[in-house]
């Protein structure tokens, strides 16, 4: 997908979300291991086919997938195929924070972009550039590099600051990864926890799209992500996992699903009509 299609979809639909696949066998209702043999799946199934019409992209957090052996790599790739051929408008990023030496990241890169069909992977930038290129190589395809994340941990290296140019660690990131990539296949996560450093983020990355964790049950606002991050292509996509997905545990858990991500959407359509990125 084109950065161009992408921008396009958001106007279409109205909305710069991205819904979280964060699929845990212990939290998904109860009543879907009795009915199917597949309960993940099915799970998976349900809410995307609740959400699709309100969101631009989804977000399989690989580790929910990856602590079910051998099924959980079916039920992933069965989910890739199911949203590729129900809903083909949509952005798919495989949440794997790869990142190692290159003919490693090459092998993950076939992973996600050769047989799994993936967007976009997230990537670790911190081995370097020879650890990112082997993602860059695949057309049309994403490297989401993390640059500022949503958790408190982020403040124990993140934030450390270089002796002689003041820079701090993510801006480094930022400023060297444009060597490497480009708006047209790079985007950069930023936590939503973190939304007052967007606007310093956007002096260094100003036409990038940034995906954009920590919305809803992290704490982080809408309102002020759009606010400091927003550009003349929207260049946000805002993930939200656990207030979508796990919005009830009940039969109705898909139509909970649905009536959250619509909220978010509706709040997301005012934002973009007020920045005037749609409605003309």
Same mark, same amino acid.
């Given at each position: ?19 979280? /696949?964060?699929?845990? +066998?212990?939290? &998904?209702? $109860?009543?879907?291991? @009795? *009915? ?39 039920? /992933?790739?069965?989910? +890739?195929?199911? &949203?590729? $051929?129900?809903?083909? @408008? *949509? ?190």
């Amino acid at each position: 997908m084109t950065k161009q299609e992408l921008f396009e979809n958001i106007q279409r639909k109205k909305s710069f979300l991205c819904v979280g /696949l964060d699929t845990d +066998v212990n939290k &998904i209702p $109860e009543f879907l291991f @009795d *009915q199917s043999e597949d309960p993940v799946f099915e799970f998976n199934k349900a809410i995307i086919d609740a959400t699709a019409e309100y969101c631009v992209a989804y977000k399989p957090n690989l580790a929910f997938y990856e602590s079910l052996g051998l099924p959980g790599w079916d039920v /992933l790739e069965r989910t +890739v195929d199911y &949203i590729r $051929e129900n809903y083909p @408008d *949509q952005f798919i990023i495989a949440d794997a924070k790869r990142g190692d030496i290159g003919n490693t990241s090459a092998m993950y890169a076939r992973t996600f972009f050769g047989n799994m069909n993936f967007d976009a992977v997230t990537v670790v930038p911190y081995m370097g550039e020879d650890s990112v290129t082997p993602f860059l190589t695949y057309e049309d395809k994403w490297v989401i590099l993390l640059a500022l994340t949503s958790n408190k941990g982020a403040y124990d290296f993140q934030f450390m600051k270089d002796a002689e140019t003041g820079d701090r660690l993510f801006e480094k990131v930022l400023k060297a990864s444009l060597n490497w990539g480009t708006d047209e296949n790079m985007l950069y996560v930023v936590g939503a926890t973190k939304a007052e450093m967007l606007t310093e983020i956007r002096n260094i990355v100003p036409e990038h799209f940034l995906l954009v964790p920590g919305v809803g049950a992290q704490g982080g606002s809408l309102n002020e992500v759009a606010k400091y991050g927003l550009n003349k292509s929207c260049g946000l996509l805002v993930n939200s996992s656990r207030q979508i997905i796990y919005a009830s545990s009940e039969n109705d858990f898909a139509e909970k699903a649905r009536e959250e991500a619509l909220k978010v959407q509706a709040e997301m359509s005012e934002i973009l009509e007020k920045a005037g990125l749609i409605g003309f």
